[in-house]
Nanobody
Framework: QVQLVESGGGLVQPGGSLRLSCAAS????????MGWYRQAPGKQRELVAT???????NYADSVKGRFTISRDNARNTVYLQMNSLKPEDTAVYSC???????????WGQGTQVTVSS
């Protein structure tokens, strides 16, 4: 059974930091491209950041320079370090794992991040 379990969300003041974690089980983690996506109320889900099996990263323009995605293949875990948080970062953040050949994709249940004073 495949599971992606996010943790680390919460309430933080503007300018603060949070680190999200996504622990994967039931997949060969090292061959998956892992990503973080977010969805704010009334908006479509959007890409935040991805990291390939080789460690190449990609970020949405809105988070470049503030967020860092990383992975620990020994722990089957992907992280999202979020610094200088802004109220517009408020959203449910979800973890995604995908691979090709075969084409497979999985989602976590999401964790709420609220940036407010």
């Amino acid at each position: 059974q495949v599971q992606l379990v996010e943790s680390g969300g919460g309430l933080v003041q503007p300018g603060g930091s949070l680190r999200l974690s996504c622990a994967a089980s039931g997949i060969i983690f090292r061959v998956y491209t892992m990503g973080w996506y977010r969805q704010a109320p009334g908006k479509q889900r959007e890409l935040v950041a991805t990291i390939t099996q080789g460690g190449s990263t990609n970020y949405a323009d809105s988070v470049k320079g503030r967020f860092t995605i990383s992975r620990d293949n020994a722990r089957n875990t992907v992280y999202l370090q979020m610094n200088s948080l802004k109220p517009e970062d408020t959203a449910v953040y979800s973890c995604n794992g995908r691979r090709s050949l075969p084409s497979l994709a999985y989602w976590g249940q999401g964790t709420q991040v609220t940036v407010s004073s």
